[in-house]
């Protein structure tokens, strides 16, 4: 049961308390169950505990502790990452000591042991905390589940126990060059060496690229396959190879605090037990996966939407212009009311997702119109909010400026809201 679940997760957010209300509607939903719970657009705040149907009162208590290890730890230290332009490696390391990372990655490889719902929790935290570092949804989310699904033994045991803790950094090194959304164009390759593999070439835009100790690096295994789909493999490459070389950390418009490199593999020799999954299976592997990278892209930008609003709202009840505040305003109310219909329209529609992924039951096209929707309101809440905080938005110190510019690449990562419309389309097309 996930209520059993909960509390395998609850003891490790270590330090934090839970207020008396949320403990008491996790006793009294023990005892005889909770009914309908109000919906997002009830609340005081969009961000506010004990909405939506999809969590529970035990949820509730993890989020609460979530939340104020975001707000009283992980949130002081942006501004020095943003300076540094990468995380602690010692931030990795309190994250997992919290019981923060692989949360929903089975305990029986080495993960908490959570749901999937858990980790949407950590997700959402860190964006109502206004916190874009460390890549906890890289690390977690995305890479853990292919060692969780293809791995062997031996690969789980050795790397899935040390992410959990946070010793060891993950990354995906799937971007080139020449071959961003379109993943069958790679050029990077890994050729046979008895039971060697060589690889050479190059990745760039790597998230946790800096800092990674180890990369599932997407290669070309069979250039002459007659699709090149079908010519496709992964491996788990170690930081400290001979030959993998990092590049400077990238300049971005936005999350500064997230380290981004171009990696360089240079007749990297890697052991056959560094394959990860099949054979010229990669690709198939990587579009399994693909729908829950896409759903976490949209729970993080349907919460920033919900933060930013907020945020706003406080702003402009306190702003004054012409003699009253800026709230007095109706072109002021109007625009306010349209931005939490749009919000709360979304966040129905990703808890829908939510529920369905729990279930096993998300499939790619509803994925990508997670995806495609919740980041491209992201971008317009963004743009919205800034306008209404005047030039005050226009400051960096300012979360609405950081927001305004982490939104914009989300319409680009995980595959641009372009191949999202791609994707959607062919379902509606084909033949039935």
């Avoid at 180890?214 to 789909?229: F, H, Q, S």
Wanted: glycine residues 10%.
């Amino acid at each position: 049961m996930l209520v059993s679940k909960v509390r395998s997760v609850l003891p490790l957010a270590r330090g934090l308390t839970t207020s008396v209300g949320v403990r008491q509607r996790a006793m009294e939903e023990e005892e005889g169950g909770e009914g309908l719970r109000p919906a997002t657009a009830q609340m005081g705040t969009l961000i506010d505990v004990g909405a939506r149907n999809i969590f529970s009162a035990e949820q509730d208590m993890f989020r609460e502790q979530v939340r104020r290890w975001m707000r009283e730890r992980l949130a002081p230290l942006q501004a020095s990452f943003e300076e540094a332009g990468q995380p602690s490696k010692e931030i990795w390391r309190e994250m997992g000591a919290q019981g923060l990372l692989g949360v929903s990655t089975p305990a029986e490889v080495g993960g908490i042991g959570a749901s999937f719902l858990e980790e949407t929790i950590v997700a959402e935290e860190m964006s109502y905390a206004n916190c874009a570092s460390p890549a906890m949804a890289v690390h977690s989310t995305i890479c853990m589940p292919y060692l969780t699904h293809y791995g062997t033994v031996e690969q789980q045991e050795r790397y899935l126990p040390l992410m959990t803790a946070g010793e060891c950094v993950a990354s995906v090194g799937m971007t080139e060059p020449d071959a961003g959304s379109d993943l069958q164009g790679i050029r990077t390759n890994a050729k046979r060496d008895g039971d060697d593999w060589i690889i050479n070439g190059s990745k760039i835009y790597i998230t946790n690229g800096w800092l990674t100790d180890c990369c599932i690096l997407c290669c070309k295994t069979k250039p002459d396959a007659k699709r090149a789909a079908h010519g496709v493999s992964l491996f788990l490459v170690d930081a400290d190879t001979k030959g993998f070389n990092k590049g400077s950390k990238l300049k971005k418009l936005g999350l500064k605090g997230q380290d981004t490199a171009e990696l360089f593999f240079e007749d990297v020799r890697v052991p056959s037990s560094a394959l990860l999954g099949k054979e010229n299976g990669g690709f198939y592997q990587l579009m399994e996966q693909l729908p829950q990278e896409r759903l976490i892209i949209a729970v993080h930008s349907a919460a920033h939407c919900e933060v930013m609003f907020e945020e706003t709202r406080a702003w402009v009840k306190q702003r004054k212009a012409f003699g009253r505040t800026v709230a007095d305003l109706q072109t002021v109310q109007h625009k306010l009311a349209e931005l939490k219909t749009s919000i709360v329209v979304c966040r129905a529609f990703i808890d829908q997702c939510l529920e369905l992924h729990t279930e096993g039951k998300l499939d790619g096209e509803m994925a990508s119109m997670a995806k495609y929707w919740a980041t491209d309101l992201e971008n317009k809440v963004a743009g919205d909010c800034l306008q209404l905080h005047g030039g005050w938005g226009f400051m960096w110190e300012t979360n609405i400026a950081k927001s305004y510019a982490d939104a914009r690449v989300q319409t680009i990562y995980g595959g641009t809201n372009e191949i999202m419309k791609e994707l959607i389309a062919r379902n509606i097309v084909k033949d039935k």
